[in-house]
């Protein structure tokens, strides 16, 4: 069974020198210094399952953490303006690295995005600056503290009688279903966002909701994918056609064999989509 994706990360985050502006600018000098190598539209480049890494920039950088005591940085040049968030070469890339690696890009990816949208002050208008290594944006103007927030999003599968509740949006490669899932709202639980999302996609209504795991997702922008598995209280489906093109059950010999890539009822998502890592487990339950 596959691990969670982008998890594992082993850079050490190295909050201390977010407040020791001395102590950051060696950092920065620092003979070992890195930073992640992305193409113009933000794929990584990968070598042998690892990430690529290059001379420290002139420009604008955040630190993401130390790898054995060497610094690493991203470069806030870039902020995806434009750029499709999910390619195939950058699903490709993705793809190809090791455990772990991937944790550093989506953290990367994400602090950089983060950036790009934040240039002026969302309480007075004015232009921001980066501080604290790169983990907040300051106002000069009103002096208000800027610092990136995750997004939370509920991702699950319904079961019902050995079988479980998928759909599929129309953006998809032909034959692939997934998990359901939506953004928390505000005033709203985690098994109350399940309920409401499977019921407002499917027409499904599902009790008993359980935890199974969670996921950093940088696409398009920083989320927390929760994963939960709920019990569907009947299995007839009212589709909400603006949400998805189409939602099936499929009994858990054919989950199995798709994961297997035997073929069968529908394609999979990628091993690094936590709706993977929900199916893989639900399957073998």
């Not at 997702?217 to 489906?237: K, N, S, T, Y």
């Amino acid at each position: 069974m596959s691990a969670v994706g982008f998890t594992g990360g082993t850079l050490d985050r190295a909050d201390r020198l977010r407040h020791d502006p001395d102590a950051l600018a060696a950092a920065m000098r620092d003979p070992a210094a890195r930073v992640l190598d992305l193409s113009p539209d933000g794929v990584p480049m990968v070598t042998d399952g690892r990430l690529g890494w290059s001379a420290m920039p002139a420009g604008e950088v955040a630190l993401l953490g130390l790898d054995g005591g060497r610094p690493r940085f991203a470069a806030l040049a870039w902020a995806g303006e434009g750029v499709p968030f999910r390619s195939p070469t950058l699903m490709a890339a993705l793809a190809s690295l090791r455990e772990g690696e991937a944790a550093t890009y989506a953290a990367a990816r994400s602090l950089i995005q983060w950036h790009g949208r934040h240039g002026f002050c969302g309480n007075c208008g004015h232009a921001t600056a980066p501080f604290r290594a790169g983990w907040g944006r300051t106002c000069p103007q009103c002096r208000a503290e800027h610092f990136p927030r995750v997004d939370p999003v509920v991702i699950m599968l319904a079961e019902h009688e050995d079988r479980v509740l998928l759909g599929r949006q129309r953006s998809w490669p032909a034959g692939r279903y997934s998990a359901l899932a939506g953004f928390l709202e505000p005033g709203e639980s985690i098994e109350e966002a399940v309920a409401r999302e499977v019921a407002e996609e499917t027409g499904v209504r599902v009790a008993d909701v359980r935890y199974v795991a969670s996921q950093p997702w940088p696409f398009p922008h920083a989320q927390l994918m929760i994963a939960c598995v709920a019990r569907a209280e009947g299995d007839a489906i009212t589709l909400d056609e603006h949400e998805l093109e189409d939602a099936i059950w499929v009994p858990r010999q054919a989950v199995a064999e798709a994961l297997a890539n035997e073929g069968g009822a529908f394609v999979p998502p990628p091993p690094y989509a936590i709706a993977r890592t929900l199916l893989e487990r639900w399957a073998a339950a």
